[in-house]
């Protein structure tokens, strides 16, 4: 299986730039997507084939990257971006990246 | 508006078994891959089961391989999910998830609620 890695957490202030970064355990090419979980709330997508701006997502978000480096950008942060994020592969059987937390200062 | 709703879990003994179904709306259920992914309380997201649109094929992570078993019904829009020879490390919820379009399946585009699913004794 590819693993993929995620710093479990970042905090930052609102209106800051922030990226989470997420690195495979082999090349995934950009079959790399990104999803957003608020507490108590279901996954929804974000960012599809590394780099695409899911419809109805917030031009505040972009992604980039290929191979094993990938990059989610939130710029600038908003109090409602609070949430987990978590990057999943597709080149093989899809797998999740263990998430990374965002907290507002 | 797509709309995905999951029912069937609670809690259940080791060893027995479960069926999840999936009521899927607002959009062609026919022409959409269709998947199952997991999250244990707590923990983060796992997938577990693909279809594709019309059923013919079906994929499993290798730890469900030979208990679970992902089907569909097109003319119901309902996907669904057996589970036998539960364990306690199946305990999550289960989220129904649909494809981007009819010609991929490499992204979970829409997400149900989910239904928690419980193995204890």
């Known amino acids: 299986d590819t693993v993929l890695t995620q710093s479990p957490a970042l905090a930052v202030s609102p209106g800051e730039r922030v990226t989470i970064s997420c690195r495979a355990s082999?090349?995934?090419?950009?079959?790399m997507h990104w999803y957003q979980q608020k507490p108590g709330q279901q996954p929804t997508l974000l960012i599809y084939?590394?780099?695409n701006l899911e419809s109805g997502v917030p031009a505040r978000f972009s992604g980039s990257g290929s191979g094993t480096d990938f990059t989610l950008t939130i710029d600038p942060v908003e109090a409602d971006d609070t949430a987990t994020y978590y990057c999943?592969?597709?080149?093989?059987?899809?797998?999740f990246g263990g998430g990374t937390k965002l907290e507002l200062k | 508006e797509v709309q995905l709703v999951e029912s069937g879990g609670g809690l259940v003994q080791p060893g027995r078994s479960m069926k999840l179904s999936c009521a899927a709306s607002?959009?062609?259920?026919?022409?959409?891959?269709m998947a199952w992914v997991r999250q244990a309380p707590t923990k983060g997201l796992e997938w577990v089961a693909t279809?594709?649109?019309?059923?013919?094929?079906?994929y499993y992570r290798d730890s469900v391989k030979g208990r679970f078993t992902i089907s569909r019904d097109n003319a119901k829009s309902t996907l669904y999910l057996q589970m036998n020879s539960l364990r306690s490390e199946d305990t999550a919820t289960y989220y129904c998830?649909?494809?981007?379009?009819?010609?991929?399946?490499?992204?979970?585009?829409?997400w149900g609620q989910g239904t928690l699913v419980t193995v204890s004794s």
């Open positions: 998830t649909s494809a981007p379009s009819m010609y991929t399946t490499d992204w979970f585009a829409y």
């Open positions: 607002g959009f062609t259920f026919s022409n959409y891959g």
């Open positions: 279809i594709s649109y019309d059923g013919s094929s079906t």
């Open positions: 082999e090349s995934v090419s950009t079959l």
């Open positions: 084939l590394a780099s």
């Open positions: 999943q592969q597709s080149w093989n059987d899809p797998t």
